[in-house]
Nanobody, 123 residues
Framework: ELVESGGGLVQAGGSLRLSCAAS????????MGWFRQAPGKERDFVAA????????YYVDSVKGRFTISRDNAKNTVYLQMNSLKPEDTAVYYC??????????????????WGQGTQVTVSS
């Protein structure tokens, strides 16, 4: 099970840190990703991190503003979001995949999903 937290309402330029806690003993066996879905739009890739945390991937629109990280001892993945913009408003989901490499940037490669947390950025 994946449970996200940390969403909320923030002004443009502000910051939020999302957390995703995973249950079970196999967290380090999965690459992890963050995705977002705005109203009326598809669920899109935001960021992903390899099992060890040594490799990270970002969609171009968040590079330099968002940072994905993980703590395998705590079974938790994080998404630090800085310099937030109104267009970042969406429901954010974390997910787990058994894939490797650049495949972890593809939504359809993810096996397990959290319930989502709302992020709203006001202008």
């Amino acid at each position: 099970e994946l449970v996200e937290s940390g969403g909320g309402l923030v002004q443009a330029g502000g910051s939020l840190r999302l957390s995703c806690a995973a249950s079970g003993r196999t967290f380090s066996s999965y690459a992890m990703g963050w995705f977002r879905q705005a109203p009326g739009k598809e669920r899109d890739f935001v960021a992903a991190i390899s099992r060890s945390g040594g490799n990270t991937y970002y969609v171009d629109s968040v590079k330099g503003r968002f940072t994905i990280s993980r703590d395998n001892a705590k079974n938790t993945v994080y998404l630090q979001m800085n310099s937030l913009k109104p267009e970042d408003t969406a429901v954010y989901y974390c997910a787990a995949t058994s894939q490797y490499g650049s495949r972890i940037t593809r939504t359809y490669n993810y096996d397990y999903w959290g319930q989502g947390t709302q992020v709203t950025v006001s202008s």
